[in-house]
């Protein structure tokens, strides 16, 4: 997602259930998701990255090159995280979910770099969520996107962005299942911020999808509010 189209998954039917986390991830059902190591096969991350209509076309190999590096992003500019998820206890990956801060959007916009660092402790872009054919129908892509959203609150962030491309349309209301507000083509997001909006463009073959993630910051009419109150 982000800039990102996903392929298609089916909404949840059922609901889940969770042990407490094990080795660095969580077991949702049959699944273990956790965080992606330097040990993880990158062929079989570059082939769920695949399918995934990235907008920068070398992102798929971006992702898998920080996953062998072990790339983490300076801690002033918060974390991105690279999910997989894993026939448990020992078995193949089956998925996988990646999120990072729009670092450079929010460069590119002007802001001062206090107010750029400031924000990139606050929101995060889903960039891709995937889920293999063998596992899809199950709700994964859910699990897993309820995952990065449970860790990103628990950092402080205050609203998760992303986007998908409108020749996949079956896609908003599923991320609409997931809690998303979905935006017209091409429509632009705002942001309310302290020192006044910073708008956030769209291509016109894609659509914006935002999700609140405090009590404090809501969305409506093409507008984010409450972005940074009391910080």
């Not at 899809?136 to 628990?154: F, P």
């Not at 429509?187 to 769209?202: H, K, M, N, Q, S």
Request: with cysteine; charged share 20%; hydrophobic share 40%.
């Amino acid at each position: 997602m982000g800039r990102a189209s996903r392929r298609r998954a089916e909404r949840r039917n059922t609901p889940s259930t969770a042990s407490q986390p094990s080795a660095g991830g969580v077991v949702l059902d049959r699944y273990l998701i956790r965080p992606a190591t330097q040990d993880d096969d990158p062929g079989v991350v570059r082939a769920l990255l695949q399918p995934v209509d990235f907008m920068d076309v070398a992102m798929p190999g971006e992702i898998v090159d920080r996953m062998r590096a072990g790339f983490r992003l300076p801690a002033q500019f918060g974390s991105t995280t690279l999910l997989l998820a894993q026939e448990h206890p020992a078995g193949e990956v089956v998925g996988l979910a990646h999120a990072i801060p729009p670092v450079q959007w929010l460069m590119e916009a002007g802001l001062d770099r206090q107010l750029c660092v400031l924000l990139s402790r606050t929101l995060v872009e889903l960039e891709a969520v995937s889920v293999a054919d063998s596992a899809r129908g199950q709700g994964l892509g859910h699990h897993l996107v309820d995952v990065l959203v449970r860790s990103y609150t628990r950092q402080g962030y205050q609203a998760m962005l992303g986007g998908i491309h409108t020749h996949k349309p079956h896609l908003a209301p599923y991320y609409e299942a997931d809690g998303f507000h979905v935006l017209g083509p091409g429509a632009p997001l705002d942001l309310e911020l302290p020192i006044g909006r910073l708008r956030y463009p769209a291509e016109p073959a894609m659509r914006h999808l935002v999700r609140p993630l405090v009590p404090q910051v809501s969305y409506g009419h093409g507008v984010l509010s409450g972005i940074l109150a009391g910080r």
